[in-house]
């Protein structure tokens, strides 16, 4: 009994002093070596309690019978490897929460590839050459190189297209983020928002459109469709038929290929958040517009001359016939706010609609509560202080290409007076980071996605590794960081032959 008291006090101890060991450690160090640092301390002191548990336990009596022996060792090695868990697992906390953005995990994988592209739904492209090949989250290969040649320019929101040459067995379809072949039917097949489409438009019932969701279910919808009208929004897709006095009338299905609200207007959009625009003539000829819920309720009269833009948080922008001059209104069509003049705000995205600079040279941002702050006042919103003293926001525009749209981001710049620095924000969180970001993709001047991937939790980015963003060099890191800023996946150094 008197042993087993003393070997529990030992362990309580040991633990104690492994932990201010371990404590002890500085936690504001930026550079990734101090991550084996930790561990190798932490390592010394798993040595020397190791060490000093043996010698104590060495000396038991050894008349005790071997069956005593066997049930105090057991408890005893069960205590070093607890401590030895609960030590690896401390110096790995504080080695991680040591890394700063731009910073290279020291887990992280290294691709030997030539080009990356962002993350959707859990997988991303990546380039070798001419082939092109698949990888998850963990920059493992879901589909190796040289099994199919991928578009990655006409990939979208997890459907992974592939090349189809003519006059050859490559079949036709997509491959979802799992790495699974779907195979379509026969035809031009293009991503639509959540569904993969391939339709022939014709411009009668007889048409036959194919929608596909990520999982390979499909969907057959009759009908005439062009342009927007492609696009699924709250289960209804838009369908026109010709109108015996000219044009075409246009309705909504849903996917089981059921007419919900039945061709009645001139005019029509995609629904959007359980409203869409639609246009018909009134008793002057005029094309008047208005809002309509997805049973065909009206939400508001056919009143607006111009075409009121879709909800988007809630609120939708609307139109006067006095130049530069609009409102917001909620889903009540009840006006919350009114503004005249140019730049104008913006629709709504993620919970704020921006607006151009103003003269003092500061862009507007407004918030769903209709309150208005500076673009200085915004990065404060999202933890981002210090000596600012100069910034641009760049907003993204609501698109129906991407998905989802809340994990969508902010990309914005800072100068500090001595350097400039590039960023990203995640409206979600109000979170944001910045540092030696580089906002233009390199070689093409084009900015980079406005799209943070929620599934594989990265994005793809690329580092300044000395000076300021703007300076030229080849000293960029090339890959995939996570919403700290940190790169979980980097792409190899290229050959120098």
């Given at each position: 009994?008197?042993?087993?008291?003393?070997?529990?006090?030992l362990?309580?101890?040991?633990?104690?002093?492994?932990?201010?060991?371990?404590?002890?450690?500085?936690?504001?160090?930026?550079?990734?070596e101090?991550?084996?640092?930790?561990?190798?301390?932490?390592?010394?002191?798993?040595?020397?309690?190791?060490?000093l548990?043996?010698?104590?336990?060495?000396?038991?009596?050894?008349?005790k019978?071997?069956?005593?022996?066997?049930?105090?060792?057991?408890p005893?090695?069960?205590?070093?490897?607890?401590?030895?868990?609960?030590?690896?697992?401390?110096?790995?906390?504080?080695?991680?929460?040591?890394l700063?953005?731009g910073?290279?995990?020291?887990?992280?994988?290294?691709?030997?590839?030539?080009k990356?592209?962002?993350?959707?739904?859990?997988?991303?492209?990546?380039?070798?050459?001419?082939?092109?090949?698949?990888?998850?989250?963990?920059?493992?290969?879901?589909?190796p190189?040289?099994?199919y040649?991928?578009?990655?320019?006409?990939?979208?929101?997890?459907?992974?297209?592939?090349?189809?040459t003519?006059?050859?067995?490559?079949?036709?379809?997509?491959?979802?983020?799992?790495?699974?072949f779907?195979?379509?039917?026969?035809g031009?097949?293009?991503?639509?928002?959540?569904?993969?489409?391939?339709?022939?438009?014709?411009?009668?019932?007889?048409?036959?459109?194919?929608?596909?969701?990520l999982?390979?279910?499909?969907?057959?919808?009759?009908?005439?469709?062009?342009?927007?009208?492609?696009?699924?929004?709250?289960?209804?897709?838009?369908?026109?038929i010709?109108?015996?006095?000219?044009?075409?009338?246009?309705g909504?299905?849903?996917?089981?290929?059921?007419?919900?609200?039945?061709?009645?207007?001139?005019?029509?959009?995609?629904?959007?958040?359980?409203a869409?625009?639609?246009?018909?003539y009134?008793?002057?000829?005029?094309?008047?517009?208005?809002f309509?819920?997805?049973?065909?309720?009206?939400?508001?009269?056919?009143?607006?001359?111009?075409?009121p833009?879709?909800?988007?948080?809630?609120?939708?922008?609307?139109?006067?016939?006095e130049?530069?001059?609009?409102s917001?209104?909620?889903?009540?069509?009840?006006?919350?706010?009114?503004?005249?003049?140019?730049?104008?705000?913006?629709?709504?995205?993620?919970?704020?609609?921006?607006?151009?600079?103003?003269?003092?040279?500061?862009?507007i941002?407004?918030?769903?509560?209709?309150k208005?702050?500076?673009?200085m006042?915004f990065?404060?919103?999202?933890?981002?202080?210090?000596n600012?003293k100069?910034?641009?926001?760049?907003?993204?525009?609501?698109?129906?290409?991407?998905?989802?749209?809340?994990s969508s981001?902010?990309?914005?710049t800072?100068?500090?007076?001595?350097?400039l620095?590039?960023?990203?924000?995640?409206?979600?969180?109000?979170?944001?980071?910045?540092?030696?970001?580089?906002t233009?993709?390199?070689?093409?001047?084009?900015?980079?996605?406005?799209?943070?991937?929620s599934?594989?939790?990265?994005?793809?980015?690329?580092?300044?590794?000395?000076?300021?963003?703007?300076?030229?060099?080849?000293?960029?890191?090339?890959?995939?960081?996570?919403?700290?800023?940190?790169?979980?996946?980097?792409?190899?150094?290229?050959?120098k032959?």
């Open positions: 009994m008197k042993t087993i008291k003393f070997t529990t006090i362990m309580i101890t040991m633990v104690l002093a492994c932990n201010c060991t371990l404590n002890a450690q500085s936690k504001t160090g930026r550079k990734i101090k991550v084996g640092k930790n561990v190798d301390e932490a390592n010394d002191a798993l040595n020397k309690g190791k060490e548990f043996k010698g104590i336990f060495g000396k038991k009596d050894k008349k019978s071997e069956n005593a022996n066997a049930s105090e060792s057991e005893n090695q069960k205590a070093i490897n607890r401590i030895e868990e609960d030590q690896g697992n401390k110096a790995k906390e504080e080695g991680q929460q040591s700063e953005p910073d290279v995990h020291p887990d992280a994988v290294v691709l030997d590839v030539d990356l592209y962002d993350f959707h739904e859990g997988a991303a492209i990546v380039e070798k050459g001419s082939s092109t090949a698949l990888i998850n989250a963990k920059g493992e290969f879901l589909v190189f040289n099994t040649d991928f578009l990655p320019n006409d990939s979208y929101n997890g459907f992974f297209l592939i090349r189809r003519y006059n050859t067995k490559t079949p036709i379809g997509f491959v979802n983020p799992k790495g699974k779907i195979q379509t039917e026969k031009q097949g293009v991503v639509f928002g959540n569904y993969f489409l391939v339709g022939n438009n014709g411009n009668n019932l007889d048409t036959r459109n194919y929608f596909y969701d999982d390979g279910k499909r969907f057959v919808v009759s009908g005439h469709m062009s342009g927007i009208e492609r696009f699924v929004g709250d289960g209804l897709v838009q369908i026109s010709n109108n015996p006095k000219g044009g075409f009338l246009k909504y299905k849903n996917l089981m290929d059921e007419w919900v609200i039945q061709p009645q207007y001139q005019w029509g959009s995609v629904f959007n958040e359980g869409a625009v639609v246009g018909d009134n008793e002057f000829g005029e094309l008047k517009y208005g309509i819920d997805i049973k065909g309720n009206p939400i508001t009269p056919m009143q607006f001359t111009k075409p833009g879709l909800f988007h948080n809630g609120l939708a922008k609307v139109f006067y016939k130049p530069a001059k609009y917001f209104i909620n889903k009540k069509g009840e006006v919350v706010f009114t503004d005249q003049g140019i730049p104008s705000f913006d629709d709504f995205n993620l919970g704020y609609s921006f607006k151009g600079s103003n003269r003092a040279g500061e862009s941002i407004m918030d769903e509560e209709l208005i702050h500076s673009d006042e990065l404060q919103m999202f933890g981002i202080l210090g600012v100069s910034t641009t926001l760049v907003f993204p525009h609501y698109s129906y290409t991407n998905r989802p749209i809340e981001m902010i990309l914005f800072l100068y500090d007076g001595k350097k620095y590039g960023g990203f924000l995640f409206p979600k969180s109000k979170t944001g980071v910045y540092g030696n970001f580089i233009k993709i390199p070689g093409t001047g084009e900015l980079e996605e406005f799209y943070f991937d599934v594989s939790g990265l994005k793809h980015m690329h580092w300044k590794k000395s000076n300021d963003i703007r300076d030229g060099g080849a000293d960029i890191i090339d890959g995939y960081v996570n919403q700290n800023g940190v790169f979980m996946i980097i792409k190899g150094e290229a050959s032959w």
